[in-house]
């Protein structure tokens, strides 16, 4: 059975040079009998179609502006489409962006009533689940808090909980992993797992590829307001990143004179330390990242991080690990931290994440390029294909036993 | 239209038994209606009153709120109710009964000014609460759906405690100053329900209007003043005879304080002019509801 049909839907937004007109400039402008301003047109979605079957769990992929969030507020009927129509089936629990169906003047108790009569439950059903609410979202102690105090977290917490606690037939996730710690991103994921599982369907967008391979079985990507493909997600997440990243061996960042620490470039080389265009994956890899320090700060540390296409991360090693009071934090200028790795990792395409930060400020935490491990010559191409995390370097040996007694 | 129908149907199945309404809900998913969001074509809005009727709860929730926050402490709010409008009669009486000698149509001038305030606290309160309800639930519109014309639903639900009041008082009034009801204060609710309907169409008015515009605020403050000396309260519209009369009756609100007056303190029956004030505030509250309608596809965007 149907839960989602989109059909030929068409978004328009009108951009003007003001963020709003006044009632006077109007009537002067009708007046005057001249248009209000020039308008532009942004088409931000194009024709988009698709269908969702009851209990298929679908993520929705892109980048920034590609028309993810206008789609689910055009399903979320927050929005009305320039043409076509969408429809969902049952009741909707959607989460946007963060709080969704919040009113920062009203404290926690009296949001979560709102939030769940929007959501079209009835005082007393709300009263039944209230406790439930509370704790998943462990806020007791804020009930009485207008939301607009409450930290991003707890804000977040609580509207994910009342969202998962009205039984919702369809639900709709936009980013909500950006936020919130570790713990609670696990539960997000386990909760969104068990509804698959008990049937629901599950629009899930999120830039964290892994979080989409993992808990959806279908991926569409969307790209310039137009659906590029529709099919199951690796297939989607691979043709996204191949038409995202052209793949390098090194970058290059422009200077920001205002940031205390900023990236110089990072390279993939050699264990000497020369730039590689074609890294192979039975040789160690280099990873050199340079960065400047432009004042003195107190215990620097740097990290890196491979993580495959599938969002799977392989690979995160920390300065500090090795080296607790790396002199570059409190000495201003260039630095080069390179890290070898040696030769485990399959062959394939990798992305890599540099972060650099002190205890108590994130300066960068960036994926800074995507690069692929090439299996030596000697070795089918085609192994780059395979979904594997690790090639060590095993070999195989195949002997005919037929000349040997059995047993 | 069948939609809505079965909307009303699925509602009233679920608050007859609310446990095992949800319950069937979540053991059977996707067994729920269609919501459907379309592109609009024609002039005309659509409309889903019935739609509107079964998310009420949400005007409930909103308009509590706006309660609560006035009667939190309950003798400030009530001491409130009252001392705005006393002020006002005082004031009133003093300059427009006793120095200009305004007519009152022979009731005495307290209770007759008491009686216009009251609308008008109402009316003037309600109509500012309803511009600033979109706008004031930004966080809302944006994120997530609700009929939209729940917010100046609710906005003018919370002046009714205060309207309610100040009755009371005006009762007081009329006895001190004995005057005594007539059997015309049978209708009295009729105008009563009438100011709230046209309220309410001047509330989704400016509340549409203040989303487009922001400059509505500074306009409302104005629009206020002047209507409040086009309309007679603070004096009575024998001041205003022939086709004065009429065109002053352009004022929905004429016509109303007229009928209130003469249910609650026995003033003369409206004449006919009143029915030009029933036919402009018929129009007003159809033409807020189209422009609404029609105003809301854009709200999201706008806001």
Redesign the interface.
């Known amino acids: ?1 149907r ?1 989602i049909e989109v059909h030929e ?2 978004k328009r ?1 009108r951009l003007r040079g003001h963020y ?5 400039e ?1 009537l002067a402008a009708v007046l005057r009998r001249n248009g209000v301003r020039s308008k532009r047109d942004f088409w931000a979605l194009r024709d988009v179609s698709f269908t969702v079957d ?2 298929e769990v679908v993520g929705l992929i892109g980048r920034n502006g590609a028309g993810k969030s206008t789609l689910l ?20 629990g ?1 989460l ?2 963060v ?6 003047e ?1 404290n926690g108790r ?1 949001n979560i ?3 769940g ?2 959501l ?6 709300i009263r ?1 689940r209230f406790d439930d609410i509370v704790e998943f979202a462990g806020v007791q102690e804020m009930l009485e808090t207008p939301v607009k105090r409450y930290s991003s977290g707890q804000y977040l917490r609580l509207a994910f909980s009342v969202a998962a606690h009205v ?1 919702p ?1 369809i639900v709709v996730v936009d980013e909500v992993l950006a936020v919130g710690d570790a713990e609670f991103q696990r539960r997000c994921l386990g909760k969104m797992s068990q509804f698959a599982q ?4 599950v629009l899930f967008v999120s830039h964290d590829l892994g979080a989409v391979a993992r808990i959806c079985e279908r991926a569409i990507w969307l790209e310039d307001g137009e659906i590029k493909h529709d099919g199951p997600t690796n297939r989607s997440i691979d043709l996204y990143l191949d038409a995202r990243g052209e793949r390098a061996a090194s970058v290059e960042f422009p200077s920001e004179p205002d940031k205390p620490v900023q990236l110089l470039s990072v390279g993939i080389a050699d264990e000497a330390g020369a730039l590689m265009d074609t890294p192979q994956r039975d040789e160690p890899l280099a990873v050199r990242t340079r960065f400047l320090v432009r004042e003195p700060l107190r215990a620097l540390d740097v990290k890196i991080y491979l993580m495959t296409r599938r969002g799977i991360r392989v690979l995160e090693e920390n300065l500090s690990d090795q080296q607790s009071d790396a002199a570059c934090g409190s000495v201003p200028g260039e630095w080069e931290a390179t890290v070898v790795v040696p030769p485990i990792l399959a062959a394939g395409d990798y992305v890599l994440g540099v972060a650099i930060r002190s205890p108590y400020q994130r300066f960068v935490d960036q994926e800074v390029l995507t690069f692929r491990l090439w299996p030596p010559p000697d070795e089918r191409q085609e192994s780059v294909d395979r979904s594997r995390i690790v090639q060590p370097g095993v070999r195989w040996r195949v002997e005919s036993r037929a000349d040997r007694p059995t047993g | 239209m069948t939609r809505g129908a079965d909307q009303v149907r699925a509602e009233t199945a679920a608050s007859g038994d609310g446990a095992s309404a949800v319950r069937a809900a979540g053991t059977q998913p996707g067994a729920g209606r269609w919501l459907e969001n379309r592109a609009v074509d024609g002039w005309l809005p659509r409309l889903d009153l019935a739609e509107v009727w079964a998310s009420r709860e949400i005007a409930v929730v909103l308009a509590l709120r706006n309660i609560t926050i006035r009667y939190k402490q309950t003798f400030f709010g009530v001491a409130w109710a009252l001392l705005q409008p006393l002020a006002a009669v005082g004031i009133f009486t003093l300059i427009f009964g006793r120095l200009a000698q305004l007519p009152s149509e022979g009731i005495p001038y307290p209770v007759f000014v008491y009686a216009g305030l009251a609308i008008w606290f109402y009316f003037s309160q309600s109509a500012t609460l309803a511009s600033e309800s979109l706008a004031q639930y930004r966080e809302l519109v944006t994120k997530v759906y609700f009929p939209r014309l729940l917010a100046p639903v609710a906005a003018i639900v919370p002046g009714l405690v205060d309207l309610a009041i100040s009755l009371l008082a005006v009762g007081v009034f009329m006895a001190i100053y004995g005057v005594a009801p007539t059997g015309a204060i049978v209708f009295l609710p009729l105008w009563l329900v009438a100011l709230v309907i046209l309220t309410f169409g001047v509330g989704t008015w400016l509340s549409a209007l203040n989303v487009q515009y922001r400059d509505v605020r500074n306009a409302l403050a104005f629009l206020l003043q002047l209507w409040f000396f086009a309309s007679p309260i603070v004096y009575g519209s024998s001041l205003l005879e022939g086709s004065w009369g009429f065109l002053l009756a352009l004022n929905p609100l004429v016509g109303l304080l007229e009928g209130f007056r003469w249910s609650l303190v026995g003033a003369p029956f409206p004449g006919p002019e009143a029915l030009v004030s029933l036919a402009t505030g018929i129009v007003v509250v159809a033409s807020g509801i189209v422009y609404f309608g029609r105003a809301q596809r854009r709200f999201a965007d706008l806001i």
């Not at chain 1, 709003?20 to 006077?24: A, N, S």
């Not at chain 1, 399903?75 to 429809?87: C, E, K, N, Y």
């Not at chain 1, 709080?99 to 920062?104: A, D, I, K």
């Not at chain 1, 008990?198 to 369907?201: L, M, N, P």
Request: net charge positive; aromatic share 6%; no cysteine.
């Open positions: 059975m839960s839907v068409s937004y709003y007109v006044t009632l006077r109007t009851e209990g507020k055009v399903l979320a009927r927050i929005t009305v489409p320039t043409r076509g129509v969408a429809r969902m089936r049952g009741r909707v959607a946007l962006e709080g969704t169906g919040f009113h920062p009203l009296e009533f709102l939030n009569a929007i079209g439950l009835k005082r007393a059903d039944r039984e037939d008990e049937g629901r369907t």
